[in-house]
């Protein structure tokens, strides 16, 4: 990876001034200019912010290889791709063994127990958005091609078939719930998140293979590996040059598909054990009414 420039150091915003007011939302940008690359972020010593950091300087590290493109083509290759490498770097970041590493733990040995609740805890980050994410832009798309008359009756009833979800009073078309996401009035598509949390694992599975990892996908930590910090620069200096398909067959050396196997095998262990868990259980709901609760 490349050290960040001068230039970064000097006019990135790290911690929120004391004497300002300044809106701490996480931004990064290039500039445009040489090697002027910035980041906003009012750090607090967390490992929420930990993590965050880390899936910024993923994003820092793609707009600085792939500066040396045509400024037409400085982005990534899908507007996907942004967020599933940033989103790898967290990947490791986030294992106990990183973290043992670098100090955080005493210990970075994983026992059962550790292992269940670590997966638990990433499968509440990644596998608790992807159905809360292809439900909006399902609505977006009807909505889009004037297929529904009905917008509220049609959002809770895509709510309900993908996460389970029904309001708690009943609802007419004098409402309109989709408009409490902001992604919604500020018409900001949801696909490219539900892809890049598809996509990172993919990248993550090659990447872990170029570092020589040996053992489950979960706990593999690619830092150190020039390897595979080769492999991915291979990937950000493309930026938007070729078709995101064929930038991924090139970094996979598959199909250039999309492939979700790699994120089930992440999450092979805690499936195992809430299918252990569960026994006969029912799993799912019924369709019922959308529009309130029963």
Known sequence: MKRMTPEFWHYS?????????MECYTFAWPMCVDDDFRLLHCTVPTQEDLVLLHHMMGNMQY????????FALQWGANPSF???IGEVMELSVVTPKHLHKIGFLDKGENDTETEINFLMFMALEKIAFLPISYPIDLWRWDVFRGSVNKLNDRWWQLRLQ???LCPPVRRSETDFDPG??????????QIRHFFSYILQFQ???VLCREAGHVGPLHTCDIYGSHAAGDKLVGLLRLGSSMPWQDALARMTGGSGKLDARPLLNYFAPLRRHIRDSLGNSTIGWTSGDHNICP
Request: aromatic residues 8%; proline residues 8%.
């Open 13 to 21: 915003v790290l911690e929120k001034p004391e004497v300002e007011a």
């Open 203 to 205: 990248l993550q599975e």
């Open 180 to 189: 409490a996401k902001n992604h919604v009035p500020g018409d900001t598509p």
């Open 162 to 164: 993908y996460q389970g």
């Open 63 to 70: 707009f600085q290889h792939y500066a040396n493109q045509l």
């Open 82 to 84: 942004h967020e599933a």
